[in-house]
């Protein structure tokens, strides 16, 4: 199929790219390159310079490339920015996501995946957390992306819209091959900052909280290698057959790993001491977040290629090491 992928140049939108030509699919990307690069994406891919929310220049996109499914991956995903500056994160995430829906509608285009997140769940009171999990977003990222969730439903309903909206948790690892790789600025993933720290970038990892009531006192997290993330939202196509479908799925390996064990993989993988600063908790740090992914891998047939730290960071490390100054268009 023709696949539009919005927000393609990025992080995850450049894996799911490669994913996407590997699995036989014409990947087509529009990116505003704000925090996408370039160099990420493949130069015989077709590449266009556009907002997500500018419905003429969309609109245009759909129909000249007669566009089969849209992959949505250009939120704003910063949590500390979208409490200090909200209104970036309701107008771009949300109100920029409503004029894509509304560009596709014109040209009759039905097909859509959203990259959603666990931050919809805000702090969960049991786990892991499935898809029933209430809903309780406590910052605006989380609440910009549960805005489109129900907007999604609602247009589903509407207009026979078909879609799946996959709530991840934490996105790590690169290509297996070391050409692409995760290169944001500013960094706030967790596995990049502990191997700059190993590498002398920065000159140490900060462990907010060691006192939190897991087995090493650090923060538990569900980190899902990005290939395994890129495949699950091909693997949803088939769902998308019968007009008004709407899937809501976790992607998440469904074993937590703590601070401390990333940074002892990170150590382990790149033969390198990492230094630590123990620093107080900060607010809005649930002690743990992780997935019950058992619904995607039963519906989709998923099953992670991943399922360790270990394998996660080592692909990490293979990308870092080759491209110790992230892409060459920074």
């Given at each position: 199929?023709?696949?539009?992928?919005v927000?393609?140049?990025g992080?995850?939108?450049s894996?799911?790219?490669?994913?996407?030509?590997?699995?036989?699919?014409?990947?087509?990307v529009?990116d505003?390159?704000v925090f996408g690069?370039r160099?990420?994406?493949?130069?015989?891919?077709?590449?266009?310079?556009?907002e997500?929310?500018?419905?003429?220049?969309?609109?245009?996109?759909?129909?000249?490339e007669s566009?089969?499914?849209v992959?949505?991956?250009?939120?704003?995903?910063?949590?500390?920015?979208?409490?200090?500056?909200?209104?970036?994160?309701?107008?771009?995430?949300?109100v920029?996501?409503l004029h894509l829906?509304?560009?596709?509608?014109k040209q009759?285009v039905?097909k859509?995946?959203?990259?959603?997140?666990?931050?919809?769940?805000?702090v969960?009171?049991?786990l892991?957390?499935?898809?029933?999990t209430?809903?309780?977003?406590?910052?605006?990222?989380g609440q910009?992306?549960?805005?489109?969730?129900?907007a999604?439903?609602?247009?589903?309903h509407?207009?026979?819209?078909?879609?799946?909206a996959?709530?991840?948790?934490n996105?790590?690892?690169?290509?297996?091959?070391?050409?692409i790789g995760?290169d944001?600025?500013?960094?706030?993933h967790?596995?990049?900052?502990?191997?700059d720290?190993a590498t002398g970038k920065?000159?140490?990892?900060?462990i907010?909280?060691?006192d939190?009531p897991?087995?090493?006192g650090?923060?538990?997290?569900d980190?899902?290698h990005v290939?395994?993330?890129?495949?699950?939202?091909?693997?949803?196509f088939?769902?998308?057959?019968?007009?008004?479908?709407?899937?809501?799925?976790n992607?998440?390996?469904?074993?937590?790993?703590?601070?401390?064990?990333?940074?002892?993989?990170?150590?382990?993988?790149t033969?390198?001491?990492?230094p630590?600063?123990?620093?107080?908790r900060r607010?809005?740090?649930?002690p743990?977040?992780?997935?019950?992914?058992?619904k995607?891998?039963?519906?989709?047939g998923?099953q992670?290629?991943?399922p360790?730290?270990?394998s996660t960071?080592r692909t990490?490390?293979?990308?870092h090491?080759?491209?110790?100054?992230?892409?060459?268009?920074r």
């Amino acid at each position: 199929m023709n696949v539009l992928v919005v927000g393609g140049a990025g992080y995850i939108g450049s894996h799911c790219v490669r994913q996407l030509q590997l699995a036989g699919h014409r990947p087509v990307v529009l990116d505003s390159l704000v925090f996408g690069h370039r160099a990420a994406v493949a130069p015989d891919v077709p590449f266009f310079d556009a907002e997500l929310g500018d419905e003429e220049a969309v609109g245009a996109i759909l129909q000249s490339e007669s566009i089969d499914v849209v992959m949505h991956f250009a939120a704003f995903a910063y949590v500390g920015e979208s409490v200090s500056d909200p209104l970036k994160y309701y107008f771009n995430n949300s109100v920029a996501t409503l004029h894509l829906l509304r560009a596709m509608l014109k040209q009759n285009v039905k097909k859509f995946v959203f990259s959603s997140t666990c931050a919809t769940y805000g702090v969960p009171q049991d786990l892991p957390i499935v898809e029933s999990t209430p809903q309780a977003p406590i910052n605006p990222y989380g609440q910009t992306k549960l805005d489109v969730e129900n907007a999604l439903k609602a247009t589903a309903h509407a207009h026979g819209l078909s879609f799946a909206a996959f709530r991840y948790f934490n996105a790590a690892g690169a290509a297996e091959d070391g050409s692409i790789g995760e290169d944001h600025n500013p960094e706030t993933h967790l596995i990049p900052l502990v191997i700059d720290a190993a590498t002398g970038k920065r000159p140490n990892i900060q462990i907010f909280g060691t006192d939190y009531p897991t087995p090493d006192g650090t923060c538990l997290r569900d980190y899902v290698h990005v290939d395994d993330l890129s495949r699950a939202h091909i693997a949803v196509f088939d769902k998308l057959e019968e007009p008004g479908a709407a899937h809501f799925l976790n992607l998440g390996t469904g074993t937590p790993t703590s601070v401390r064990e990333v940074i002892s993989t990170v150590e382990k993988v790149t033969g390198k001491k990492v230094p630590v600063v123990e620093s107080p908790r900060r607010d809005g740090d649930p002690p743990a977040l992780y997935a019950n992914a058992a619904k995607a891998k039963t519906e989709l047939g998923w099953q992670v290629q991943y399922p360790d730290i270990e394998s996660t960071v080592r692909t990490a490390w293979k990308w870092h090491s080759a491209h110790p100054n992230g892409y060459a268009d920074r």
